[in-house]
Structures are given as structure tokens and as C-alpha cells.
């Protein structure tokens, strides 16, 4: 009976030693995680959280540029009123109307519950693009480099905001600083991100860098949002000074000062002190190689778009139909118009339209060179009425030939399009003709849009005898006959009815 209690009380002793054995691990592996695991934020509240940073160092960035340091002669700046927080895409619409109008991009961070039923039509325009076009994004790369007879600044002074390939459509253009005025209203029309090269040798440089700054700082925050400057002067004429990509800009500039741009006269231009040409070519494919997307609008700084050019033409290219389904290479170009100085510039068709029969509009360069920008429809074109499905179309498919054969449109296109030649200038005219006479070669199609167009900043052109230009445009003539286009004959061949 002993024997048989000391087994019982032996079992018993064990297990209990067990037990509480098992339960000291089990609180020990507890502690150690609780100590160790910290809770992983949820993606939606940790972008929240990100978001909020991003527009505390915006607005903290917004009130530095309302200060003016450090002439203690000037009144600090009232604070500027805040815009709306951008979104890491293209913009579709004006900055306090971007609830009333789609938006080029769709927040890709936002789900299908967060999205308005426009917006979530508009991501799948988006998608459709993307799957049409099969393009590849394109990083932002600051870098000096030359470039045959000129040194250039890519991306010297880069937007804010950058872009897939497939968001929105690039406007590139080129200019030196006395054109810069033009910059506001043009990206007023635009409303999508802008590529400008400009030009700006020896003491040019300083003038330009102040009117970027002064651009950035003192202007339509859209300029700092969506604008990329690079800058660019010929190995002879380098400028004294030339700070890194990062070191651009200290401070902010004094807006109560008037920028270089305004009120400048051309013999004040270090350019035109020097007798220097203005390497217009160059400007354009230095612009449009750096553009981020797909489609690109390589045009003239003073001519203003329609109004929602970006989405209505997506929309279009996202439907895939039509002419866009042909083989060929094809490119979409657009009516230009002029206006007397004294018009507002017309934001759609119907106004176009209306201000062609009342003659304060006219063609482009109707009086100085109108079988240059003679577009095949255009009589056409102008009788038919504006359409209200908010799209654009095709309204003919052109060729460069027959009496067009000096046409020189400008149109949206892609980065396969033929460069411009980079040895003419704006002085020496017919700039634009070899690059004409390839796109006719390579039986490029010329998709003319119905609804789309350019307007020419205000004040109609008129012939003016210039005896120094026509001296010039001499000597480009005779270049492109004896050297450009017998180049051109070895590298594209000919076509029937091609010409330059």
C-alpha cells in the first residue's frame, strides 16, 4: 500500500513539474514577440501619413517664397493662398477646377471605393493607353553634355511632378529668356507638363536663370509644378558661371523686381550683341528627347492650345479605331490661327470659329507665308461645326504632297519622329522643310484632328522686307540643296512627290 501512495505522489509531483514548466515557455516566447514584433502600418494610413508630410513641407515651402530677404526696404509678401495638393500625375484641367473636369491621371495609390465614377472611367482610358501605346517610362536625368557645337544643361531646373509614359501628353518648345513672357498663358491652355529648352550664351545665362526664378517663384505655382527648363550655349560663348543641377537656386527671388524678360528689346541680348544665330533646332530636340512621355506636342513657345487637348486626345487614342489602326507612321496635326491684338485667345471651336467670320482671326501666317501652313480640308475644316461628345476625332487623313508639298505642320507625335536638322537656324528659315521632306519619304500619315488647334499669341504677322534674313534664308537654301538633301536621298531614298 506504501509503495503503491509514493508512485501515486510521484506521478502527481511530475506532473505538475510539466505544467508549470509549459506554462514558463509559453509566457517567455509571448513576452519576447510583444517586445520584438512591432504591428506593421496598414499601406492606406502610412500613405495617409505621407500625404500629410508631403503638403506640411509644401505649404511651409509656399510661405518661404512669400518672404523676401534680405532688403529690409521691402514689406515681407502677403502668404500665398494655397493650391489644391497635387496628385503624382498629369493635370487634365485647371488647378481649382480638377473636381469639375477629369483628371489626366488617377491617383493609382487610391482604390476602385475611393474613385468618382469620372475618375474611374478616366483610369481606364489610361489603361487603354498603356496597352496601345506599349511605351516604356523615362527617368528625369539632370546631366551637362555637349552636343556637336554647343554645351547643354538637361533638366537643369526639373518640375516638381514627374510622369508615367502613358498620363498625359508633353508640350516641347525652345526659346531664349526675352520670349519667356509667354510661358504662364501657354501653360494656362495646357494645363499638362511642359519641356522648354532655352537658349542663353555669355551674359544671357544670368538674365535666363532670373527668369526662371523669378517664373517659379512669383508666378502660377503650376510653372514650378509642371515645367522643366534645360539650358543650353555654344562651346565659344560660355557663360562666366555655371552652378551644379543642385545648387541652382539659393533662396527664393525677390518678386518685387521686374524679371529680365520684360520690357527687353532685342540689342540688349548678349546674342544679338555677339551676332549669334539662334539655333532654333537645336532647342526643339533638346526639349522633345527629354520629354517623360509618349506623346509629345513639339511646337512654338507663343502658340496656345485648345482647351483640353491632353484628355480628349488620350481618349481618342485609347479608343484605337479607324485611321490609328493603319500601318503606316502617323502623326496628328493640329490648325493653326492667328488673332488681332486686341482678341482673347478662343478656348474652343465655336469661338474659333466664330472670330474667322467676324475676321479677328485669320490663318497662320496667312500674310507672310500661307503655303507653309496650307492643311489639306482646311476650307473643310472650317465649316464643320465643333462636335459635343467632349472628343476629338480624325477629321482627314493628309499627305505632304501635291501643292502641301511645303507644308510645315506642327502635330502631336511620338519619340520615333524623325529629329529636326540641327545645322538650320530660325534666321535662315525653312527650318522645318527636311524634317517635312523624311516624314513624306517614310509615308507618314497626317492624322488632322477635328477639334483641336494652336493660336498664335496675340497680333497678326504682316510681310516685313528684312534684308539680313533674306541674305540668310539665301544661304539655307543652298545648304539644304547641295549638302542636307543629297544626304537626305542616301539615308531615306525618294518618294513620288516628295519634296523639301
Same mark, same amino acid.
Given at each position: 500500500?506504501?509503495?503503491s501512495?509514493?508512485?501515486f505522489?510521484?506521478k ?6 510539466c505544467?508549470y514548466?509549459?506554462?514558463m515557455?509559453?509566457e517567455?516566447h ?5 517586445q520584438?514584433?512591432?504591428?506593421? %502600418?496598414a499601406?492606406?494610413?502610412?500613405a495617409?501619413?505621407n ?8 505649404a ?5 517664397r512669400?518672404i523676401?530677404?534680405? /532688403? ?5 509678401a502677403e ?6 495638393p497635387p496628385?503624382s500625375?498629369?493635370v487634365?484641367g485647371d ?7 477629369p483628371?489626366?491621371?488617377?491617383d ?7 474613385l468618382? %465614377?469620372?475618375d474611374?472611367r478616366?483610369r481606364?482610358?489610361l489603361e ?5 501605346t506599349d511605351?516604356?517610362?523615362?527617368p528625369v536625368?539632370?546631366k551637362?553634355q555637349q552636343?556637336?557645337?554647343?554645351w547643354?544643361l538637361?533638366?537643369y531646373?526639373?518640375?516638381e511632378?514627374?510622369f ?5 501628353i ?13 510661358l504662364v498663358?501657354l501653360?494656362d ?6 519641356s522648354v529648352a532655352?537658349?542663353?550664351?555669355g551674359?544671357?545665362?544670368k538674365?535666363?536663370l /532670373?527668369?526662371?526664378?523669378y517664373?517659379?517663384d512669383?508666378?502660377d505655382?503650376l510653372?514650378?509644378e ?5 539650358v543650353?550655349?555654344?562651346t565659344k560663348?560660355?557663360?562666366? %558661371?555655371v552652378?551644379?543641377h543642385?545648387?541652382?537656386f539659393?533662396g527664393?527671388f525677390?518678386?518685387?523686381v521686374?524679371p529680365?524678360?520684360?520690357n527687353?528689346?532685342n540689342?540688349?541680348m ?5 551676332n549669334l544665330?539662334?539655333?532654333?533646332n537645336?532647342?526643339r530636340?533638346i ?6 512621355t509618349?506623346f509629345?506636342?513639339?511646337?512654338d513657345?507663343?502658340?496656345?492650345p485648345?482647351?483640353n487637348? $491632353?484628355?480628349q ?8 479605331k479607324?485611321p490609328?489602326?493603319?500601318k503606316?507612321?502617323?502623326?496628328y496635326?493640329l490648325h493653326i490661327f492667328?488673332?488681332s491684338?486686341s482678341s482673347q485667345v478662343?478656348e ?5 470659329l ?11 501666317h496667312k500674310k507672310v507665308?500661307?503655303e507653309c501652313?496650307a492643311?489639306?480640308k482646311?476650307?473643310e475644316w472650317?465649316?464643320q461645326?465643333?462636335?459635343t461628345?467632349?472628343r476629338?476625332?480624325?477629321f482627314h487623313?493628309?499627305?505632304r $504632297?501635291g501643292?502641301f508639298?511645303?507644308?510645315?505642320? $506642327?502635330?502631336i507625335?511620338?519619340?520615333?519622329d524623325?529629329l529636326y536638322?540641327e545645322r ?5 528659315k ?5 524634317q517635312?521632306?523624311?516624314l ?11 477639334n483641336a ?5 496675340p497680333g497678326i504677322?504682316?510681310y516685313k522686307k ?6 540668310l534664308?539665301?544661304?539655307?537654301r543652298?545648304?539644304i540643296k547641295k ?8 539615308l ?8 523639301v
Open positions: 500500500m506504501y509503495a501512495k509514493k508512485t505522489f510521484i502527481v509531483l511530475l506532473v505538475a513539474c505544467v514548466f509549459g506554462v515557455i509559453f517567455g509571448r513576452t519576447a514577440n510583444e520584438q514584433i512591432v504591428p506593421e %502600418e499601406p492606406v494610413q502610412a495617409e501619413r500625404l500629410e508630410a508631403v503638403e506640411e513641407n509644401r511651409a515651402k509656399m510661405e518661404a512669400a523676401i530677404p534680405p /532688403d529690409n526696404s521691402q514689406p515681407a502668404p500665398q493662398e494655397q493650391p489644391p496628385s500625375s498629369a487634365g488647378a481649382s477646377t480638377l473636381k469639375e473636369q483628371r489626366a491621371v488617377v493609382e495609390t487610391e482604390t476602385e471605393d475611393q468618382s %465614377e469620372e474611374r478616366y481606364a482610358v487603354k493607353v498603356r496597352t496601345v511605351c516604356l517610362d523615362r536625368l539632370p551637362t552636343r556637336g557645337d554647343y547643354v538637361y533638366n531646373v526639373p518640375a511632378r514627374s508615367r509614359c502613358h498620363e498625359t508633353t508640350y516641347t518648345t525652345h526659346a531664349d529668356y526675352s520670349f519667356m513672357d509667354n498663358p501653360l491652355h495646357w494645363k499638362g507638363p511642359i532655352l537658349h542663353a550664351p551674359a544671357d545665362f538674365n535666363t /532670373d527668369s526662371i526664378a517664373l517659379r512669383c508666378t505655382p510653372v514650378r509642371l515645367v522643366t527648363f534645360h543650353y550655349f555654344s560663348h560660355v557663360p562666366k %558661371e552652378p551644379k543642385n545648387s541652382v539659393n527664393f525677390n518678386c518685387s521686374q529680365p524678360y520684360a527687353v528689346t540689342e540688349q548678349y546674342k544679338t550683341q555677339k544665330l539662334y539655333p532654333v537645336v532647342g530636340n526639349a522633345r528627347e527629354t520629354a517623360q509618349h509629345i506636342l513639339p511646337s513657345i507663343e502658340l496656345y485648345s482647351a487637348v $491632353i484628355p486626345f488620350l481618349s481618342m487614342i485609347a479608343e484605337n479607324g490609328l489602326l493603319s503606316n507612321p502617323k502623326v496635326p492667328e488673332v491684338a478662343p474652343n471651336k465655336t469661338a474659333l466664330e472670330m474667322l467670320r467676324n475676321g479677328t482671326a485669320i490663318p497662320f507665308c500661307p501652313h492643311v489639306p482646311s476650307k472650317q465649316q461645326k465643333e462636335t461628345d467632349g476629338l476625332h480624325v487623313v493628309g499627305k $504632297i501643292r508639298v511645303h507644308w510645315e505642320p $506642327i502635330f507625335g511620338t519619340h520615333a524623325p536638322d538650320l537656324s530660325w534666321e535662315g525653312s527650318d522645318k522643310m527636311t517635312g521632306y523624311i513624306c519619304v517614310m509615308d507618314y500619315n497626317f492624322l488632322i484632328l477635328d488647334f494652336l493660336v498664335h499669341k504677322k504682316v528684312d534684308a539680313k534674313r533674306d541674305m534664308a539665301g544661304k539655307t543652298r545648304l549638302i542636307i538633301f543629297p544626304e537626305l536621298k542616301v531615306y531614298k525618294t518618294r513620288k512627290g516628295c519634296a
